[in-house]
């Protein structure tokens, strides 16, 4: 804009400078030829002419001083501009930092949380009941419960009958109101008999039989009693224990066995 401006001015001044020489050069001619007034006339417009260049040039220095400043003002408002624009930058780049970190914090945290809520979950596991079902019946036991009755039947799989009948022993004085009860007296029973304490295994078995009736293991206990009865010498126990079985379950495998020994014994 400043150089467009001088420029214009230049053209001006050129101009005004021809219109003047064009003025002087008939007077300058008509002075060959004339008198004193012709020389005075050409020393005043030469005068004026130096007064008009002398106004121009003051201009045109004015001009070009503003122009200086108004290109020193622009530079120094684009090196504020870019000075502004670089800590913007900077601004941007540290709030993406902090953005990243945040969101390596919040993972951080969502990880530790799952940690922490996993842990939770298995204590909880450890402490909680849980659904189980065995001989046919669903109910509810503790970690603790189930352990300790998988660790007698593991006892009796190992044919440590001794040892598992101590184990179903403890279990039912652990647990009186356990789920695992009938089918625990049942097996507590049948390892008694397999150490030949008979007079236990039938106790074992009577209870299963007087307290849980409908119970799977229920006819199965009676005809292990009739046995025991047996092995005690005691036959006329043994009869009337098979006759109770027959007749109460009629449609058990224990019943088809015990009508079967019914007859041997007869």
Known sequence: MAVRTSAVLSVRVAAAMALVGACLWPLQAHALFDDDEARKAILDLRQKFDAYKLEVDAKLSRMAAESR???????RSLLELSNQ?????????RLRGLNEQ????????QRQQKDVQAGVDARLKQVEPSKVSVDGVEFSASPEEKREYDAAMELLRKSDFAGAALAYSAFLRRFPGSGYIPSALYWQGNALYATRAYKESIESHRRLVSQYPTHLRTPEAMLAMANSQVELKDNKSAQ???????R??????????GRERLSRLR
């Open 69 to 75: 400043d108004a290109g020193s003002a622009s530079q």
């Open 85 to 93: 624009n670089e800590q913007l930058r900077a601004e941007i780049a």
């Open 102 to 109: 945040l969101a390596r914090d919040v993972s951080e945290l």
């Open 240 to 246: 009337r224990t098979l006759e109770t079985l027959v």
């Open 248 to 257: 109460t379950y009629p449609q058990s495998e224990a019943a088809a066995a």
